[in-house]
């Protein structure tokens, strides 16, 4: 039911889902990711089988018109509202509380990510189509948000996906992420790999805080282009940021930049030279062009989250 991000076992995608297996390959090769579990594919299916949920998702995707969008919604919203509010069997219940405890014995801040059997794959990637959360504190509310994040596999935006991409809903369960929650400094994206010109570049994103706020649009980040042979940089793009999110007094919120730091350049170039050794790293240690998520505190890089690049 739970698995440990260190154990290899977890390096299953069926598992563990495709954000889950990538994490725990990154664990056990000794890359630098949060600590932290999943809570398996197994405790997903086992919780809707004994709550009898199962069938209400068979029901309503078995009466499914994609193309009608009021129905999908509807059906939607129903497979939502099971999943969310059914009580989990107590065994499971007590193990996720167990295994936060283990992790967090002073109910610590974590983020709740989703991690489905169908994304974060190379020919689909599902990117921002389930949820997290972040700042999660006390078992009470990882067990809440755990249901949240099974759930956000049924949203109609998520539905319509696998329909697109021919993936049948018995392909699909979901597994849940749970990692202390690193309170960046700095945070943003990179590809290993230029995206737009396939050229031999890693391209860097970044912004103050964490990085959700780029990941979700609200932050035009800076963006840096870097020679991945010679780490040498060759193009900077530095771009007023005036929002960030931080965690403050046990919860996340939005703040206003600090003025000092809304055209100041996010990433040094020490940052920058180690940003682009991982991304050799990891497109080396995966075989292919990588998306990534990252984050900066007190100087250390930590890896949130790695994919491969879809448009490759």
């Not at 007590?94 to 169908?118: E, F, H, M, W």
């Not at 009470?140 to 998520?158: G, I, N, P, Y």
């Not at 042979?229 to 931080?246: A, D, E, H, R, W």
Request: net charge negative.
């Amino acid at each position: 039911m739970i698995i440990s991000l260190n154990d290899p076992v977890g390096a299953e995608l069926k598992l563990t889902g495709g954000k889950g297996a990538s994490l725990t390959q990154m664990a056990c090769a000794g890359l630098p990711i949060p600590e932290g579990f999943v809570v398996s594919t197994e405790a997903y299916l086992s919780a809707l089988a004994e709550t009898g949920v199962d069938k209400i998702i068979q029901r309503e995707m078995d009466e499914l018109n994609i193309n009608d969008s009021v129905a999908a919604a509807k059906a939607s919203s129903i497979i939502r509202t099971a999943i969310e509010t059914l009580t989990l069997p107590q065994e499971l219940e007590q193990v996720i509380i167990d295994s936060y405890k283990r992790l967090c014995p002073d109910d610590g801040p974590v983020a709740v990510r989703s991690s489905a059997t169908a994304e974060d794959l190379p020919e689909a990637s599902f990117a921002g189509q389930q949820d997290t959360y972040l700042g999660v504190v006390t078992a009470e509310q990882v067990l809440h948000r755990v249901k949240c994040c099974w759930a956000s596999c049924f949203t109609d935006r998520a539905i319509a996906y696998r329909v697109r991409h021919g993936i049948k809903e018995e392909q699909v369960a979901g597994a849940v992420v749970v990692q202390k929650l690193i309170e960046a400094d700095k945070a943003g994206v990179m590809f290993t790999v230029n995206p737009i010109t396939k050229g031999q570049e890693v391209v860097i994103e970044a912004c103050w805080g964490l990085g959700e706020a780029l990941v979700s649009g609200e932050v035009t980040p800076d963006q840096y282009i870097v020679d991945k042979s010679t780490g040498s940089t060759i193009n900077v793009s530095v771009l007023p940021k005036l929002q960030m999110i931080v965690r403050s007094e046990k919860e996340v919120k939005h703040l206003p930049v600090p003025a000092d730091k809304v055209r100041a350049q996010v990433l040094n170039n020490n940052e920058l030279s180690r940003l682009n050794e991982v991304a050799g790293n990891l497109e080396q240690f995966f075989g292919a062009p990588q998306d990534v998520e990252w984050a900066i505190k007190l100087g250390k890089v930590y890896l949130l989250q790695s994919r491969p690049v879809t448009t490759m």
